[in-house]
């Protein structure tokens, strides 16, 4: 699998998601609370650009008219017809056993990892000190 720097480790706000093109891909790269989750930016059920849908909780009912809310900020919602996703795994909320949005490897990788040496230049030191959010395809 190749990898590909999508962010620096502190670009994406936690609950927030970056969209980016990664090998013709629209893939967007989530922060939950610090943990990097990817999704293919397109709806498997109808092709909408998925990952501008709303991020949200889960809402979960033992029986009618009663519900509570979990997963915090781990959901996403479909922004056309409203079908739900669990960000961390691509599963569909609606169909988990038929339908899922494809989901990526993310890694959190040094800096110093990714521009590996031995790097000589006559007057230039070079050197990687940030770590940067990286994803597999």
Do not use: Q
Request: glycine share 8%; net charge negative.
């Amino acid at each position: 699998m190749a990898k590909h720097v999508v962010a620096a480790l502190g670009e994406i706000a936690p609950g927030a998601c970056k969209i980016v093109t990664v090998a013709g891909r629209e893939i967007g790269v989530f922060n939950i609370r610090d943990e990097y989750f990817a999704l293919i930016n397109r709806c498997p059920h109808e092709g909408a650009a998925l990952c501008l849908g709303a991020i949200m909780p889960r809402f979960e009912s033992d029986r009618p008219g009663e519900y509570r809310l979990s997963h915090h900020g781990e959901m996403l919602r479909c922004p056309w017809h409203g079908w739900e996703f669990d960000i961390k795994t691509g599963e569909s909320w609606c169909h988990p056993e038929s339908v899922k949005a494809r989901s990526y490897p993310v890694t959190i990788v040094p800096g110093e990892a990714l521009a590996k040496g031995p790097f000589v230049a006559e007057t230039v030191k070079v050197a990687v000190d940030a770590n940067y959010v990286v994803v597999e395809l």
